[in-house]
């Protein structure tokens, strides 16, 4: 993946028309020389979101969604006030406003930014995606989250498939699936060292079950072969060889051993 869009905000064309639709609206009305009027108090919060100051926008989009609710300017501004709580590393609050926003708004001509958005969140937690991990394995981090980031992005992938956000959701689906099938591979891993054969076997069987098309199967095919061989079940060790070799004929697990990575498996970019 060239670049990576987190960091994209709700749609700019979608909310100028938010905002010229509110504007029209009101006319004449004398509200507008009215510095609280909702529109304004976006338009200030735009102009907050734009510099990083995230804590004052998300008190003006409050105030906007507020004053302006059931308007798609309050829509507008439920978006940003998820977006801008993201940034801030507030992520249980903005997965709760986008949850919202869901519920609320089923029809809404954004409702493919806010799915979108929902997986980012998800699946950065408080980093950024591809920056700022340092050396931390993503197997090893909250295996929920990158459940409930899959699940958003599948919804989108599956509800708006033309969306312009649905080759990034797609993308980051192999990314997530990824790092699953590796977390049960870590985990097998750790059992193995610590002479659990019985449950290093076992979460080794699951890895090739549930992520069968995964570079991860290589290793936990080894790993099951290596604890059925100490538990002494020869025939499950042989069958399990015998789908190695079959699958990854050039395999250097069987004469290298178990082994920790010196840098995790998606680190390369």
């Not at 004449?28 to 102009?47: G, H, I, T």
């Not at 507030?90 to 519920?103: K, P, Y």
């Not at 029809?107 to 591809?130: E, H, Q």
């Not at 069968?212 to 042989?238: C, F, H, K, N």
Request: with cysteine; net charge neutral.
């Amino acid at each position: 993946m060239a670049t990576s869009p987190v960091r994209r905000r709700p749609p700019a064309g979608w909310a100028a028309l938010v905002l010229l639709a509110a504007l029209a609206g009101c006319g004449s009305n004398p509200v507008d020389d009215d510095r609280n009027s909702p529109e304004k108090l976006y338009a200030s919060a735009k102009e907050d979101l734009n510099s990083g100051s995230y804590d004052l926008a998300i008190k003006q989009l409050e105030r906007v969604e507020g004053r302006a609710s059931g308007t798609l300017l309050a829509q507008q501004a439920m978006l940003d006030l998820a977006y801008a709580k993201w940034r801030i590393n507030e992520r249980v609050e903005a997965i709760a406003t986008l949850d919202r926003f869901i519920r609320l708004h089923p029809s809404s001509p954004a409702m493919d930014y806010a799915l979108y958005l929902k997986g980012i969140v998800n699946f950065n937690d408080t980093m950024g995606f591809l920056s700022g991990i340092s050396r931390q394995s993503l197997s090893e981090r909250d295996q929920q989250a990158s459940r409930d980031s899959f699940q958003a992005f599948g919804q989108l992938v599956q509800q708006y498939p033309d969306s312009k956000y649905s080759d990034d959701a797609r993308a980051r689906m192999d990314y997530i699936v990824g790092s699953l099938a590796e977390y049960e591979v870590h985990v097998s891993r750790y059992y193995y060292r610590r002479q659990a054969y019985v449950a290093a076997a076992n979460r080794a069987q699951l890895a090739v079950r549930e992520y069968p098309q995964t570079s991860s199967v290589e290793e936990a095919l080894y790993i099951m072969a290596a604890s059925y061989d100490r538990l002494g079940l020869t025939q499950l060790r042989d069958d399990a060889e015998r789908v190695l070799k079959q699958n990854y004929p050039n395999t250097r697990y069987i004469k290298d051993g178990v082994r920790v990575p010196e840098r995790a498996w998606w680190q390369f970019w």
